[in-house]
């Protein structure tokens, strides 16, 4: 999913929580216990609806608030949820969910595998035009329906999803694919309310029409202002669910947030600036996790088309600098672009000549003089998240020493997601991006760059490289598709890549957490939060 947050801090959830927030959303700082918490969403989401969210803040939203069919265990493994199980067929081909029989929609309905059918066909139908359909397309038939000019109906009956009855989803798979069970725990697998959102149309999501499923309803969504849950009594396992209530704002300026956790007005805040991390770093309240996410730049090879200069931009970028000097929470130096952590690193990570963890200025000088018509002016788009100026600010006099003049663009969250496209504004030389797993395979990072990703925001289209991805698709033993992934890494960043990407680093997630939550509260390494698991507690003297 993309990044919202900050630079540094990048917990994708933005969160801040406090533990006496009340109806108001303020915070005591530690006083009452009274399960009710005040988090920031850090923005605005631009979307509630599964099937089109493709960020990590509206996602927080949408997994508290639904009813996933698994979730993910803190070793990112798949454990029952919606689904008190599932079946792979001996050939891996088929994948079989049972679904509980206490699933309900907030409106008394009960959760059908009709619901999921209906969904997933409603994300993939060429209609929807969601960027995360291509998350469906090792399901037979998706890819081709998701295209369809005429006959959609014909192609909409042969996608390989069926409910055989109500508590029983058959999924007919492309190949055998390890990671599918696991990937059906992302937000764009969650079922919606049919009736729902065919009477009401794309407002379905708002508060007064809105039907979910999960531990927690949408009380209050006031745009880009408050976004308020409340505990559902009425939820399978309600009992086990401790908050009461979470109260939402959207502050994206992270000294603001600092100032409220340390006025006793929250208990939890991401987003950390990156000018106050060493300080924050000696506090009790500061917490760190790894991340399975890379920070990167994206290069439009249609206003920047010599390769020569791409890689001259790349090497010119002083990675360990912005780590130490601006990002400052302890992230990685990129040296491919799919992250450190994940299975088969080693065999297809390119330790590529184009990120070298310093930079390296003076062969980068001597490509960009073998540049025959060099793009001297680049636009430089970013939303608007602590720490990315800054680090944009760095780039740019990076690239000024190549004779790069920059102009840095800033645009809230929602207009800069609609700017990239894709495709992406003409005025797009450059932009800030990330991208955290959706699942733990480096398939979801590099499958973002074939030529239909509606995440591919660089104008990069090669076909070979869309054949390997297909290929690793249909590659089920992890040896073999780790090298094609091999492949499509050199492809991308590797000595004879065509770069339309920039890594900078890999991420962690930094937040600060008051002592009354931070032993029941976690974050995953896809920065993943689950609320069911938030328990406030009288801190130890």
């Known amino acids: 999913m993309r990044t919202f947050l900050a630079a540094a801090a990048v917990a994708s959830f933005a969160v801040l929580a406090a533990g006496c927030g009340g109806d108001d959303g303020g915070g005591s700082g530690g006083g009452v216990i009274d399960q009710v918490i005040a988090v920031n969403w850090g923005t605005e989401p631009p979307s509630l609806d599964p099937g089109l969210a493709t960020d990590t803040t509206s996602a927080d939203v949408i997994t508290n608030i639904m009813d996933p069919l698994v979730k993910l265990n803190q070793d990112l493994e798949p454990v029952p949820n919606l689904a008190e199980s599932w079946d792979v067929s001996a050939d891996g081909t088929t994948v079989t969910y049972h679904l509980r029989d206490d699933g309900k929609w907030t409106n008394g309905d009960p959760v059908t595998a009709e619901d999921f059918e209906w969904s997933w066909k409603r994300t993939i139908s060429p209609d929807l035009a969601a960027d995360y359909a291509y998350q469906f397309f090792g399901i037979v038939g998706a890819a081709d329906y998701n295209g369809c000019k005429k006959d959609c109906a014909a192609m909409r009956d042969k996608v390989g999803v069926k409910a055989v009855d109500d508590r029983t989803l058959e999924v007919k798979l492309t190949s055998a694919q390890p990671w599918f069970v696991q990937q059906s725990a992302h937000h764009s697998f969650i079922a919606v309310h049919r009736p729902t959102v065919e009477q009401f149309g794309n407002k379905w999501t708002e508060p007064q029409n809105i039907v979910t499923n999960g531990a927690f309803r949408l009380d209050r969504w006031q745009h880009n202002?408050?976004?308020?849950?409340?505990?559902?009594?009425?939820?399978?396992?309600?009992?086990?669910?401790?908050?009461?209530?979470?109260?939402?704002?959207?502050?994206?300026?992270?000294?603001?947030?600092?100032?409220?956790?340390?006025?006793?007005?929250?208990?939890?805040?991401?987003?950390?600036?990156?000018?106050?991390?060493?300080?924050?770093?000696?506090?009790?309240?500061?917490?760190?996790?790894?991340?399975?996410?890379?920070?990167?730049?994206?290069?439009?090879?249609?206003?920047?088309?010599?390769?020569?200069?791409?890689?001259?931009?790349?090497?010119?970028?002083?990675?360990?600098?912005?780590?130490?000097?601006?990002?400052?929470?302890?992230?990685?130096?990129?040296?491919?672009?799919?992250?450190?952590?994940?299975?088969?690193?080693?065999?297809?990570?390119?330790?590529?000549?184009?990120?070298?963890?310093?930079?390296?200025?003076?062969?980068?000088?001597?490509?960009?003089?073998?540049?025959?018509?060099?793009?001297?002016?680049?636009?430089?788009?970013l939303n608007d998240s602590p720490g990315h100026r800054e680090i944009a600010v760095a780039v740019q006099s990076m690239w000024k020493e190549l004779g790069i003049t920059t102009t840095i663009k800033v645009q809230e969250w929602a207009q800069f997601l609609e700017f990239l496209g894709p495709p992406p504004d003409p005025s797009v030389g450059?932009?800030?991006?990330?991208?955290?797993?959706?699942?733990?395979?480096?398939?979801?990072?590099?499958?973002?760059?074939?030529?239909?990703?509606?995440?591919?925001?660089?104008?990069?289209?090669?076909?070979?490289?869309?054949?390997?991805?297909?290929?690793?698709?249909?590659?089920?033993?992890?040896?073999?598709?780790?090298?094609?992934?091999?492949?499509?890494?050199?492809?991308?960043?590797?000595?004879?890549?065509?770069?339309?990407?920039?890594?900078?680093?890999?991420?962690?997630?930094?937040?600060?957490e008051r002592e009354s939550i931070k032993e029941s509260l976690e974050v995953n390494a896809l920065n993943q939060t689950d609320y069911t698991k938030v328990v406030e507690v009288e801190p130890e003297a």
């Open 225 to 381: 202002s408050r976004l308020d849950l409340v505990k559902w009594d009425e939820w399978r396992n309600a009992a086990d669910v401790e908050l009461e209530r979470i109260n939402g704002r959207m502050i994206s300026e992270g000294t603001t947030a600092v100032q409220a956790f340390e006025a006793g007005e929250l208990d939890m805040t991401a987003g950390l600036p990156p000018e106050e991390l060493p300080r924050l770093k000696d506090t009790p309240e500061y917490a760190q996790y790894p991340g399975l996410g890379t920070y990167y730049y994206g290069l439009n090879i249609k206003t920047v088309p010599d390769l020569k200069q791409r890689q001259a931009m790349s090497l010119a970028i002083d990675r360990r600098t912005i780590i130490d000097n601006i990002a400052q929470a302890d992230q990685l130096p990129s040296t491919g672009f799919t992250p450190q952590g994940m299975p088969g690193f080693d065999t297809f990570n390119p330790a590529s000549p184009w990120l070298p963890e310093s930079g390296d200025l003076e062969q980068a000088k001597e490509l960009m003089a073998d540049v025959a018509n060099p793009a001297k002016n680049v636009t430089l788009y």
């Open 430 to 512: 450059a932009y800030r991006s990330g991208w955290i797993a959706d699942f733990v395979d480096a398939m979801n990072f590099l499958e973002l760059w074939t030529c239909d990703s509606g995440n591919n925001n660089s104008n990069y289209c090669d076909p070979e490289y869309d054949r390997l991805v297909a290929e690793a698709r249909r590659t089920p033993d992890d040896a073999d598709r780790f090298e094609i992934y091999s492949q499509l890494e050199e492809k991308l960043v590797g000595e004879g890549g065509a770069l339309p990407v920039v890594p900078i680093y890999w991420y962690t997630y930094v937040q600060l």
